[in-house]
């Protein structure tokens, strides 16, 4: 059992800057990839970001990559993301979740735990 509490977001303008927390507790947090998904009102839920349990291996959508950067510490169990360069395209609700695996995919099937979500909103 993992548990998944996420943190950090808010309102920004465009050009601006957000860091999202995910803090979780339960199962050994070094021994599963974790990933980073939104979604948009009428939109499916989507893959952001992802990194490999030990933090070594980092994944994105093309669309955040170069603005936005996955981090991990593994000693606080916690999974972060940076966020610059904010757009109003990525206004959502945030999502931290933990892998099946020790690595992390794209695909949200692959994950067996969530977090209830943070609002993200860029003003334009």
């Known amino acids: 059992q993992v548990h998944l509490v996420e943190s950090g977001g808010g309102l920004v303008q465009a050009g601006g800057s957000l860091r999202l927390s995910c803090a979780a507790s339960?199962?050994?947090?070094?021994?599963?990839?974790m990933g980073w998904f939104r979604q948009a009102p009428g939109k499916e839920r989507e893959f952001v970001a992802g990194i490999r349990s030990d933090g070594i291996r980092e994944y994105y959508t093309d669309s955040v990559k170069g603005r936005f950067s996955i981090s991990r510490d593994n000693a606080k169990n916690t999974v972060l993301l940076q966020m610059n360069s904010l757009k109003p395209e990525d206004t959502a609700v945030y999502y931290c979740a933990a892998s099946k695996y020790y690595y992390a995919t794209p695909k949200s099937i692959d994950y067996n735990y969530w977090g209830q979500g943070t609002q993200v909103t860029v003003s334009s």
């Open positions: 339960g199962r050994t947090f070094s021994t599963y990839g």
